[in-house]
């Protein structure tokens, strides 16, 4: 049966990968140690270009197919000349994708068909409190919320599972939802 | 005093007109309500396109001047087509972006002349979290760490208080650090 649904539903995950990397690392913790890592280089004003190359996991070095360059800056309400998206718009970037790639590699579990899915994304922000205008104003987003548009092969209570199982197991909601601690330092 | 520092010193960032919203949007809170957005459209297995267009701020809609556009994928070593940034790296380069615009508004306010800064980050991850491998193992981040590298016209002392300033002020490090609100729902 496992087979029949595979060849049925083509989402493009391997989750055969997927669930033999679960097995694996759960008996490999050290190989399931990955860090992620950018370098930023500030242009002017508030605009900077990060690139982003290496990672290190499985034990090893690793190495992107290729580079990828992202441009930040602020808008121009913000007197920036918006050479890029905000840093908060990069935010909710990452958890858009990771919370889209989590619907498919659960669907594809699933043996659910996806045709397409599209998440929106907002998040809410006073910006006194970045300005220092109101020290009782947090800096960051007051709220963010998601909403999924999926069309597939599946009933509107397994679409919501498929979004709730998703949210389990993502990187990026994780982040955003619990503290982490973030130390910087100068060299 | 100030004129001649503000001839000096020029770092590209327009200190008056962000001290003058500041003031302006201390006694208008209304204006200081943004709404950032983001759309994401799954492509094929774990990669989407995200864009960043409109927003939301100083009580009306805006538009970046140009349209940005985002690949996220996983890489290969997840089975994965690597056609982007992980979602991770995404909130690395947000987060670098955040605090390198800190840094060189904090530095035009202070009248301390830049002449270059880098940020190399790091974020650690023990992926059995988001392979479902290990319950007590989280899905984000263990820690992350930021290294700034700046070269200035400002004592060593003069340095660590922009950079820990620019923390004080930024949106990203305050969404990593501290719990937000996602809700996420299905239309």
Chains 1, 2 share one sequence.
Do not use: Y
């Not at 860090?35 to 034990?59: E, I, P, Q, Y």
């Not at 594809?108 to 998040?123: D, F, K, N, W, Y």
């Amino acid at each position: 049966m496992t087979t029949i649904a595979e060849k049925q539903v083509d989402n493009g995950v391997n989750v055969a990968a997927l669930l033999g990397a679960r097995e694996a690392l759960g008996k490999a913790p050290e190989a399931a140690r990955f860090n992620w890592r950018a370098t930023c280089k500030w242009m002017r004003g508030t605009h900077s270009r990060t690139s982003v190359k290496d990672f290190f996991g499985l034990g090893q070095e690793q190495t992107h197919r290729r580079e990828f360059t992202f441009d930040i800056d602020h808008p121009e309400v913000f007197a920036s000349e918006d050479n890029g998206a905000t840093p908060v718009e990069l935010v909710l970037t990452g958890l858009a994708g990771c919370l889209t790639a989590g619907v498919a590699a659960v669907a594809q579990q699933r043996s659910i068909q996806l045709h397409s899915v599209t998440a929106t994304i907002e998040g809410g922000m006073d910006i006194r409190g970045i300005l220092g205008a109101d020290s009782d104003v947090r800096n960051g987003f007051d709220g963010v919320k998601v909403k999924f548009d999926i069309d597939a092969d599946a009933t509107r209570e397994q679409i919501e599972a498929l979004v709730a199982q998703s949210q389990n197991r993502s990187a990026v909601f994780d982040i955003i939802t619990n503290p982490t601690n973030v130390t910087v330092s100068v060299a």
